[in-house]
């Protein structure tokens, strides 16, 4: 009878720790018919709570322990969307004019968010500052987990700043796996850097078909390695003209690889970015490519490959990169 009574109580002390949540969402256009939309952890990138779409809007429902920050994506969006704070109970986002996300937590948000924008528009450099003033404000709550990751993946610190972060954050940082993901990424980007053997990789269609990198690597070229989001592609697309003329000239090969986009979505944007270069997509969307080269939501960069095999430039400013590559 006490062994029951013992479970009883656990199951009891369970429940009450678990709490509920729904994140209601406000889309500005009617998504196509069964899209699903995705609730994916701001820190892992784990996926959270998947709903179909009714329409302009879905509800999204779990249970949480706490608050937690994560980001909304969906079938035909090429890119995460402004991070949010869910807590317990309802969570309401609007998304048909500017973003508007319901709760004190978001408000702290809004304001980190808009203070960097401020900075950026009087032409402070130092605009992911804003980050750590956040952050160092609240250390003991989930702003302060949040700031603390947004820092990392907006300023790219090196390992030695990530640690001197580390040592004056609460214990619980150190085992955020955004942690790990800078420092893979910081690994990845030096066994890429200049004058280092590019990596091949591989990318499916959803035909079944494999295409490498190494497929565009030659003696007799450079390579241009160009990752992009389609969706800037596509609202950038003068920006890619000069790639195109360049793909027709001699000793050079472009070749792009489509980011956070699947297949459909990656053609529609060839179709309207008029792209004439090689692009490599993949079934489902992908951020692979990019992060086996040290890249973290980079929606621009290119990487230049000899004919020897090894990176000669790489950068996301396009008029530096032309400039080494013409000038050889």
Not at 60 to 86: H, M, Q, R, T
Not at 109 to 130: H, M, P
Not at 177 to 190: F, R, S, T
Not at 234 to 252: A, F, M, R, V, Y
Request: glycine share 6%; aromatic share 12%; hydrophobic share 35%.
């Amino acid at each position: 009878m006490k062994k029951i009574s013992l479970l009883f109580t656990t199951l009891l002390l369970l429940t009450s720790c678990s709490k509920s949540y729904k994140v209601n969402i406000e889309f500005s256009d009617t998504l196509e018919k069964d899209a699903k939309v995705y609730l994916t952890d701001f820190m892992s990138g784990d996926t959270l709570a998947i709903a179909t779409a009714n329409g302009k809007t879905c509800t999204l429902e779990g249970s949480l322990d706490k608050p937690f920050a994560c980001y909304i994506s969906w079938d035909g969006c090429n890119y995460p969307i402004y991070s949010i704070i869910v807590d317990e109970g309802e969570t309401n986002v609007n998304l048909t004019g500017s973003i508007k996300v319901s709760g004190p937590l978001n408000e702290t948000v809004a304001a980190c968010e808009s203070e960097k924008l401020n900075k950026i528009y009087n032409g402070d450099d130092d605009y992911n500052s804003v980050y750590l003033d956040y952050y160092r404000e609240n250390k003991d709550n989930i702003i302060g987990q949040w700031a603390f990751a947004s820092y990392l993946g907006s300023e790219h610190p090196d390992d030695a700043q990530i640690n001197k972060l580390l040592k004056e954050a609460p214990d619980e940082y150190g085992q955020l796996k955004i942690i790990d993901k800078m420092k893979y990424l910081n690994h990845q980007a030096e066994l890429t850097s200049e004058d280092k053997q590019y990596l091949d990789f591989e990318i499916t269609n959803s035909k079944g078909e494999t295409h490498k990198l190494s497929d565009y690597v030659g003696e007799d070229h450079f390579t241009i390695v160009y990752f992009f989001w389609p969706a800037v592609a596509e609202k950038n697309s003068k920006d890619l003209l000069p790639l195109n003329l360049l793909q027709q000239g001699e000793h050079i090969q472009v070749v792009g690889i489509s980011l956070f986009a699947d297949e459909e979505q990656t053609k529609e944007a060839i179709a309207s970015a008029e792209i004439k270069f090689p692009v490599l997509m993949s079934k489902q969307p992908t951020s692979q490519p990019a992060e086996l080269y040290g890249l973290y939501r980079n929606s621009n960069y290119y990487v230049i490959i000899g004919g020897n095999g090894k990176i000669r430039w790489r950068d996301y400013k396009f008029d530096e990169i032309m400039q080494k590559v013409l000038n050889k």
